[in-house]
T-cell receptor
Framework: DAGVIQSPRHEVTEMGQEVTLRCKPI?????LFWYRQTMMRGLELLIY????????DSGMPEDRFSAKMPNASFSTLKIQPSEPRDSAVYFC???????????????FGQGTRLTVV | RKEVEQDPGPFNVPEGATVAFNCTYS??????FFWYRQDCRKEPKLLMS???SGNEDGRFTAQLNRASQYISLLIRDSKLSDSATYLC???????????FGAGTRLAVHP
């Protein structure tokens, strides 16, 4: 398996533009997580899905952020309109649920480094 | 109070030293615990799972104390290559929310 795949790896955009980040989880994983990492705030959980259904989006900073998971192999995180304070590294991770009642470890993509100027 | 708390460090230690990190979590229903390592400008990667009975992997030992709700990581005989940020990770409660601590920075010097 190729692991979690994110695209693009780097994105530079102007303030006000729409940004779409993409993620392909590991095949067979039923949990998908979106994180944002900055020096100031560390790794923040934005939203996560279980079986393609959003479970908790309380970490999404505001209405400018939205995430979808139309099927088990693809998710997007969209920012519209983007602002300079959105500049960060955005990670996607996937995991699976074990029968004995615990999750496996989460595997991360390489992240998307977003710069909004 | 944050769901998962760690001392951010940095811990500056000489090669060969033993260093320990602690992490506390607030949700007593948490079920799965891990330590991750993150190198500069890279994604977090699993270092080791943390089991109730404690577990060891070479120079690394992880412990879980459910009564006090903390997790520890012990690194013996530190190497220069151990320099990184160590993240405490908890699957929280019935919703399987994956929560990261802020990370503890370790710098091992010659």
């Amino acid at each position: 398996d190729a692991g979690v795949i994110q695209s693009p790896r780097h994105e530079v955009t102007e303030m006000g533009q729409e940004v779409t980040l993409r993620c392909k989880p590991i095949s067979g994983h039923d949990y998908l997580f979106w994180y944002r990492q900055t020096m100031m705030r560390g790794l923040e959980l934005l939203i996560y899905f279980n079986n393609n259904v959003p479970i908790d989006d309380s970490g999404m900073p505001e209405d400018r952020f939205s995430a979808k998971m139309p099927n088990a192999s693809f998710s997007t995180l969209k920012i519209q309109p983007s602002e300079p304070r959105d500049s960060a590294v955005y990670f996607c991770a996937s995991s699976s649920w074990r029968r004995r009642g615990a999750n496996t470890e989460a595997f991360f993509g390489q992240g998307t480094r977003l710069t909004v100027v | 109070r944050k769901e998962v708390e760690q001392d951010p460090g940095p811990f500056n230690v000489p090669e060969g030293a033993t260093v320990a990190f602690n992490c506390t979590y607030s949700n007593s229903a948490s079920q799965s615990f891990f330590w991750y390592r993150q190198d500069c400008r890279k994604e977090p990667k699993l270092l080791m799972s943390v089991y109730s009975s404690g577990n060891e992997d070479g120079r690394f030992t992880a412990q879980l104390n459910r009564a006090s709700q903390y997790i520890s990581l012990l690194i013996r005989d530190s190497k220069l290559s151990d320099s990184a940020t160590y993240l405490c990770v908890v699957f929280s409660g019935g919703y399987n929310k994956l929560i990261f601590g802020a990370g503890t920075r370790l710098a091992v010097h010659p």
